[in-house]
């Protein structure tokens, strides 16, 4: 990263740097979320709406556990970006001080204990209380039973799950961006394969759908792990002892907290969506806004793509004291993140049967309900990618506080919209409860960013934190 970062200096370098990293993390990303999508289009079109609304009140427990996997993968990540950047300019913190691979090392085992730890953690929990959260959501009849078929096969795998999440952020940012996305498309290619074959060909309907997923993950992860023993690597890990940082752990999970909570936030809306959806309509309209989930999802992907691309290059200008490259790199992310959000919007309005289409085309019923909920629900989506992009940035300035801020608040603004407009509108009311609160939130958060860049380039602050 030093020879391609260090001496930027002109917009077109900026350009040619953010592209390098946005567009790896874009792919991988989307990549990432084609094993939800690609399980949907085959559920949606061989199990029909029962299937669709079984993995949707499925998906958020899911999402819960590789959202830990990012957490983690951010966090390591961030940390070793900026190691690199201060050893570039010999300023050097505690971690990396008189042996910046060691340092380096010391991250990324500590990452891996809290990978499996948490793998643990989340096993226990899913068999004990798995079906309870399923109930909280209001599934029943064949819906819950088609979601107890898919949650299964994660009860034991829960740690792949993580580790699939952790591993490609890690080896992003140890300059690997090409080899990570690689990882993601070899799984994405493999759970395909799996899906026709599982759900299609021996009819295992969704825990042929969940094993397909949990081998797809087991793949990434060990790609991963024959990467960092490989020679392609900057960093010796065999060179160096397994060790637990205590300290650098808390720091690891306090810089990845803010994308943990964007995956709980996620979960949350998603888990609080089905149960209001449930009560004011039936499952067929949660298999609607399962679909219209799966369309959005396309886009919030690319948008966490380019956060995920940004960070390394703001990590490493943070500490090399650039902070007017940071400026210039934010700006064109939010650029980009903008031009695509309203563009996939468009689209989406456009020709929004021929979108549905891709899982499902022949229930009239069901595609009536999807469209209604990609007029009402989807209209402020371009907005949330920017509210990503806000927690993205200050986890890169190690702003890990007011990252954490900005992702709850996400969470939690939407309650009393969702609790009031239901009562008022109706299932109209849920549709619109999220657009609305984005709205909100994009007011809030946009002037924070502006302000801190501002204030950084103005008085030296990013220089002063780089030292710190």
């Known amino acids: 990263m030093q020879a391609n970062i260090q001496d930027i200096t002109s917009d077109r370098s900026i350009q040619r740097t953010f592209w390098r990293y946005a567009i790896p993390s874009i792919a991988a990303m989307l990549v990432s979320g084609l094993y939800q999508i690609i399980d949907g289009m085959f559920i949606g079109h061989y199990l029909g709406y029962q299937g669709l609304a079984g993995i949707n009140v499925a998906w958020p427990i899911?999402?819960?556990?590789?959202?830990?996997?990012?957490?983690?993968?951010?966090?390591?990540?961030?940390?070793?970006?900026?190691?690199r950047g201060r050893s570039s300019t010999s300023q050097r913190g505690p971690i990396e001080a008189g042996n910046a691979d060691k340092g380096v090392a010391t991250i990324l085992y500590t990452a891996m204990g809290l990978s499996i730890g948490f793998g643990a953690i989340f096993s226990y929990l899913l068999f004990l209380n798995g079906t309870d959260?399923?109930?909280?959501?209001?599934?029943?009849?064949q819906a819950l039973v088609l979601a107890q078929q898919y949650i299964s096969p994660f009860v034991w795998t829960a740690v792949i799950t993580i580790l699939a999440s952790a591993l490609p952020m890690l080896v992003r940012n140890d300059e690997s961006p090409n080899i990570a996305t690689a990882l993601m498309v070899t799984g994405a290619c493999m759970n395909i394969v799996l899906d026709y074959l599982l759900i299609v060909q021996f009819d295992m309907g969704l825990k042929g759908a969940a094993l397909a997923?949990?081998?797809?993950?087991?793949?990434?992860?060990?790609?991963?792990?024959?990467?960092f023993l490989s020679t392609k690597t900057q960093l010796k890990l065999s060179e160096y002892r397994p060790s637990f940082h205590t300290k650098l752990a808390g720091k690891i999970l306090l810089l990845g907290s803010s994308s943990f909570v964007m995956y709980i936030y996620t979960s949350f809306v998603f888990a609080l969506h089905n149960r209001l959806f449930m009560e004011y309509g039936t499952s067929l309209t949660v298999a609607a806004f399962t679909i219209v989930g799966y369309l959005m999802v396309l886009y919030y992907f690319i948008a966490e793509g380019i956060g995920e691309g940004m960070q390394p290059p703001v990590s490493?200008?943070?500490?090399?004291?650039?902070?007017?490259?940071?400026?210039?790199?934010?700006l064109l992310a939010a650029t980009v993140s903008l031009t695509i959000g309203i563009s996939w919007t468009a689209i989406?309005?456009?020709?929004?049967?021929?979108?549905i289409g891709l899982f499902n085309s022949d229930d009239p019923e069901l595609i009536r309900e999807t469209i209604t909920g990609i007029h009402l629900h989807l209209f402020g989506m371009f907005l949330d990618g920017l509210v990503v992009l806000a927690i993205m940035y200050f986890m890169a300035v190690d702003q890990g506080g007011k990252s954490l801020a900005i992702s709850l608040g996400n969470m939690l603004i939407q309650l009393p919209f969702l609790y009031i407009l239901p009562k008022w509108l109706g299932i109209y009311?849920?549709?619109?409860?999220?657009?609305?609160?984005?709205?909100?939130?994009?007011?809030?958060?946009?002037?924070?960013?502006?302000?801190?860049?501002?204030a950084a380039t103005s008085h030296k602050q990013i220089a002063s934190l780089a030292t710190a």
């Open 316 to 330: 490493f200008f943070l500490g090399a004291a650039q902070p007017h490259n940071i400026k210039k790199m934010v």
């Open 62 to 83: 899911i999402y819960v556990i590789a959202g830990v996997g990012l957490m983690i993968g951010m966090g390591a990540g961030s940390l070793i970006s900026g190691s």
């Open 133 to 141: 959260l399923l109930l909280a959501q209001g599934a029943e009849d």
């Open 348 to 355: 989406l309005n456009l020709f929004p049967e021929t979108m």
């Open 429 to 454: 009311g849920v549709w619109i409860a999220m657009p609305l609160s984005n709205v909100v939130m994009f007011i809030i958060v946009a002037p924070m960013v502006w302000r801190h860049m501002n």
């Open 213 to 227: 997923t949990v081998s797809a993950q087991l793949s990434v992860c060990v790609g991963g792990f024959a990467y």
